[in-house]
T-cell receptor
Framework: AQKITQTQPGMFVQEKEAVTLDCTYD???????LFWYKQPSSGEMIFLIY??????QNATEGRYSLNFQKARKSANLVISASQLGDSAMYFC??????????????FGQGTTLQVKP | NAGVTQTPKFRILKIGQSMTLQCTQD?????MYWYRQDPGMGLKLIYY???????DKGEVPNGYNVSRSTTEDFPLRLELAAPSQTSVYFC?????????????FGAGSRLTVL
């Protein structure tokens, strides 16, 4: 069965430093997508970055990059040059592609990131 | 362009009461979803819809019902509310085609059952 695991309940990072949030996944489907969402204290879910299982390059979006290691089934989020506004809960999520591509996402339990000034 | 709009934002229910959480999207997305998020946890899928008139169960459907009479609207009905349904509910939508098919979420509805 598909599963997403985020093993870091909480993380601290100094402002302007880089931080890596871990995510491992389990699926037998060769076609899948991996997503990262940010949930600030206000509660909304904000899409950050996407990686397809067949993408050759690691995804990047501004200060966000996804360290995709397919053999290890990991999809870690790297935030460079952390800002105070990056303090939030971060969720890793996966979508399997072969089940009719319904777009359904499975979410991990999240990692709370706190950026220190 | 409002995106995904959920109402109400907050609601307190008594055990056994019923209510409907409203969700509407103006992006002409074909797929819509309802998730719930319990404190400190990730989101779990309750129901989803692949188009008007078509709905299907997710991981945690018990105690809920949905309908999708139009492309824009996807209400979630809670019958006989129980304390276990205290949660934050998120509606989301997506255009499923090629590419990332990113889900766009509403702002959430916080429900407390006492």
């Amino acid at each position: 069965a598909q599963k997403i695991t985020q093993t870091q309940p909480g993380m601290f990072v100094q402002e302007k430093e880089a931080v890596t949030l871990d995510c491992t996944y389990d699926t037998s489907d060769p076609s899948y997508g991996l997503f990262w969402y940010k949930q600030p204290s206000s509660g909304e879910m904000i899409f950050l970055i996407y990686q397809g299982s067949y993408d050759q390059q690691n995804a990047t979006e501004g200060r966000y990059s996804l360290n995709f290691q397919k053999a290890r089934k990991s999809a870690n989020l790297v935030i460079s040059a952390s800002q105070l506004g990056d303090s939030a809960m971060y969720f890793c999520a996966m979508r399997e592609g072969s089940s009719g591509n319904t777009g359904k996402l499975i979410f991990g339990q999240g990692t709370t990131l706190q950026v220190k000034p | 362009n409002a995106g995904v709009t959920q109402t109400p934002k907050f609601r307190i229910l008594k055990i056994g009461q019923s209510m409907t959480l409203q969700c509407t999207q103006d992006m002409n997305h074909n797929y819509m979803y309802w998730y719930r998020q319990d404190p400190g946890m990730g989101l779990k899928l309750i129901y989803y819809s692949v188009g008007a008139g078509i709905t299907d169960k997710g991981e945690v459907p018990n105690g809920y019902n949905v309908s999708r009479s139009t492309t824009e609207d996807f209400p979630l009905r809670l019958e006989l509310a129980a304390p276990s349904q205290t949660s934050v509910y998120f509606c989301a939508s997506s255009y499923i085609g090629t590419g990332a098919n990113v889900l766009t979420f509403g702002a959430g509805s916080r429900l407390t059952v006492l």
